[in-house]
């Protein structure tokens, strides 16, 4: 049985009298080649311990199960938990967790389910959450050593967006602190059953073991970048000014120590310069 092919997700439907929900963001992916592409490009080995994020009705997790040791599934919707006991019978290398991921424990499901290998995390994410998944998963720190996730493209844009990018902001930095980022395919809307309204994009975000920047104070450099990113039209010396109780005169001073010219605009900063702007602020402040 071709689990991705349209009539079989209308077949189960009928089967188990179940509705997609379009407020849980149910878009199947209907499309072996891109099925493939996710898996392919999360680069999961033999060893590896796989964590997928709203498995649907398990058209990556059986994939997945192939390719892992073990595959553990976060899938909100208790409707769809009796579809995949059922889609997924053959493998004995998944567990289903019926949860929601904005309240799961990643750090307990990896201490649980930890293998020889990696872990690796994937998905075609649910985009009415997108970003509060994957800032989760980065401030938290979760222990693993990818995200390969499929977003809608406009978001994914954002993310791989360098300075100067009119698509440059507070979640590209946040980011690409945290992790490299590489795209790995664009992906049409008619891919999907029922197709979303908007085009998606697959990236992978290899989590860095080491900081790219030292930072005397992570809070402060978050503080910059969001308060930079709140007035992007402004001048570096006037959206700082107000950030972390500073006047505009210590603005000034701090963006002076630091050599970035206080005319300047957040959007042309990169993750270095960012970083120099929090170190001297943290100076300034102590
Ligand atoms: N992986 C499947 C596929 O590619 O066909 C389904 C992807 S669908 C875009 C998103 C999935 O995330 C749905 O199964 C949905 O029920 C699930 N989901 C939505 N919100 C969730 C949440 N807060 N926690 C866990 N799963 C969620």
């Keep these: ?43 999961i080995g033999p060893e590896d311990l796989v964590i997928e994020i709203g498995p649907g009705i398990g058209v990556l997790t059986a994939e997945a199960a192939e390719n892992a040791k073990r595959v553990v599934a976060v899938e909100i919707d208790n409707g769809l938990i009796p579809i995949l006991e059922d889609t997924l019978k053959e493998y004995d290398n998944i567990t289903i967790l019926n949860q929601d991921v904005l309240k799961t424990d990643f750090s307990t499901i990896v201490s649980a389910y930890k293998t020889e290998g990696k872990t690796k995390i994937i998905g075609n994410l649910p985009y009415y959450i997108t970003t509060p ?9 979760v222990p693993a050593d990818s995200i390969t996730v499929m977003m809608q493209k406009e978001v994914a844009d954002r993310i791989k967006a360098d300075p100067g990018n009119k698509n440059y902001g507070a979640l590209s930095v946040a980011v690409q602190y945290y992790c490299r980022v590489s795209q790995i395919a664009e ?31 992570e809070t402060l450099f978050f503080t910059c970048i969001r308060a930079g990113f709140g007035q992007r039209r402004k001048t570096l010396l006037n959206s700082l000014t107000g950030a972390a109780g500073l006047s505009k005169d210590a603005v000034r001073e701090v963006l002076q120590t630091a050599g970035i010219d206080s005319g300047r605009r957040v959007e042309t900063l990169n993750l270095d310069e960012f970083a120099t702007l929090a170190n001297s602020m943290a100076d300034y402040k102590s």
Aim: hydrophobic share 40%; net charge positive; proline share 7%.
């Design 1 to 43: 049985m071709k689990l991705y092919a349209p009539s079989t997700i209308k077949e189960i439907k009928n089967q188990y009298n179940f509705r997609l929900s379009k407020s849980l963001g149910q878009n199947f992916l209907t499309d072996k080649h891109i099925i493939d592409r996710i898996i392919e490009g999360s680069r």
């Design 133 to 141: 998944i994957l800032m989760k998963l980065l401030e938290e720190r």
């Design 187 to 217: 992906v049409p809307k008619e891919v999907f059953f029922p197709p979303p309204k908007v085009d998606s994009a697959v990236l992978r975000m290899d989590i860095r073991e080491e900081r790219p920047v030292v930072l005397q104070d």
